[in-house]
């Protein structure tokens, strides 16, 4: 239970620009000052969201193909374009973190 408070003074710049950091991360204040504090890393990586949309599309896509192949539906499948797609989300997501990792 988190019943203990600490006031600090900031000026309007500082106030703005943690809130900001903390509205980036999807957190409420009190939750990005305190993981701040206590030095845990927060990341927010830029453009991760639709990489995380298209892999749930394939995904749900590599589902549909397995359900109809284990149906009879379908006999031979050309993945081809499928597995080109996924590497490339895949590289998309390496660049995004590696670019995080080094700002």
Known sequence: MK???INIRLTQA??????ERAKRANLTLTEYITKSCL??????????EELNRQHRALG???NQLTKLANSGQIRVVDLG???AEYGAIGKSI???MDR???R
């Open 3 to 5: 019943n203990k408070r």
């Open 100 to 102: 995080r990792r080094w």
């Open 39 to 48: 030095g845990k890393q927060i990341f927010v990586i830029d453009g991760i």
């Open 14 to 19: 500082e106030y703005d620009a943690i809130s």
């Open 81 to 83: 374009e499928f597995l």
């Open 60 to 62: 749900n896509n590599i």
């Open 94 to 96: 390496i660049e995004l």
